[in-house]
């Protein structure tokens, strides 16, 4: 029996974990002006920030097709897809029109699309999770877990860079001036699959450890779980949130991992998201 873990590329791990795991990656489709880019292993992060940076257009993510994600299920008995959440993208639709589609064909394959409800590492750690449960659970009760282990997750992150916000309107030209001329940043979360304000602060700096003290008030049962932390080109600032929050609050483990081509799209550079 071949069960199989899939993922869109908003997913984000470190080499050794995608072999590890074995996961498939349906790669999302970055565009910029009349550049479309291929968000898989070949995407050239420092390229596109620089791209961004001198564009006056705000990039978009096209979601994989249905085709995409049915080849990703080839030659398995079950199949588990991660998906980026419904709200901020057509990729959840997209796979569940694909598994509609794929089980008109092959009636025998078992098939749970999952909506992470966030992004980035939250669907790095569903599908660890999916990973550690795999031997001890059949296709139903993996499915009541892993959907039961979603819902237990938090995302929190703190932008340096608010020109895509500002670009794709969700922050106006004027809360993005006032932003940037006091130095604002916001830290950001999510509330079933949208993207929330929770606090802001001046400088990231602040606006980090303010993010920390949030994560040290609300994290629950830290030590039997695993911290995820995914920075957009600014390994250092990522290394100082890890050590920040390990002094407060006792995780399990934590993992730390550069920014894919989507995750990039959204945090820009010098961004850090963390989902515990």
Do not use: W
């Not at 980026?84 to 569940?96: E, F, I, M, T, W």
């Not at 629950?220 to 911290?227: A, C, S």
């Amino acid at each position: 029996m071949i069960r199989r873990f899939v993922a869109d590329s908003c997913a984000d791990f470190t080499e050794e974990q995608k072999k590890r795991l074995g996961v498939v990656l349906v790669p999302l489709t970055l565009s910029l002006g009349d550049e479309h880019i291929i968000d898989d292993e070949n995407f050239d992060q420092k390229s596109f920030l620089e791209k961004m940076k001198n564009s006056p257009e705000c990039p978009h993510s096209a979601c994989p097709s249905p085709e995409r994600f049915m080849k990703s299920f080839e030659g398995a008995d079950e199949v588990f897809v991660v998906t980026l959440s419904r709200k901020l993208s057509g990729s959840y639709d997209s796979a569940v029109l694909a598994k509609n589609l794929y089980l008109e064909e092959h009636p025998e394959v078992k098939i749970t699309v999952v909506d992470s409800k966030s992004a980035s590492v939250a669907e790095s750690l569903i599908i660890l999770k999916l990973s550690e449960l795999s031997e001890k659970c059949d296709f139903e009760e993996l499915t009541k877990r892993i959907e039961a282990y979603r819902d237990s997750l938090k995302t929190k992150f703190v932008l340096e860079n608010l020109e895509v916000f500002r670009k794709n309107g969700r922050l106006s030209g004027v809360q993005a001036l006032l932003c940037n001329a006091l130095n604002i940043r916001p830290l950001l979360g999510d509330k079933d699959g949208e993207i929330i304000k929770i606090d802001q602060a001046r400088g990231v700096e602040r606006t980090l450890k303010k993010m920390v003290d949030y994560i040290a008030e609300d994290a629950k049962e830290p030590t039997t779980r695993t911290l995820a932390i995914a920075h957009c080109n600014h390994e250092k600032r990522a290394e100082e949130v890890r050590q920040m929050i390990l002094s407060k609050v006792p995780f399990m483990e934590c993992m730390v991992v550069n920014t894919g081509g989507i995750s990039t799209m959204y945090a820009n550079d010098g961004g850090i998201i963390v989902v515990y």
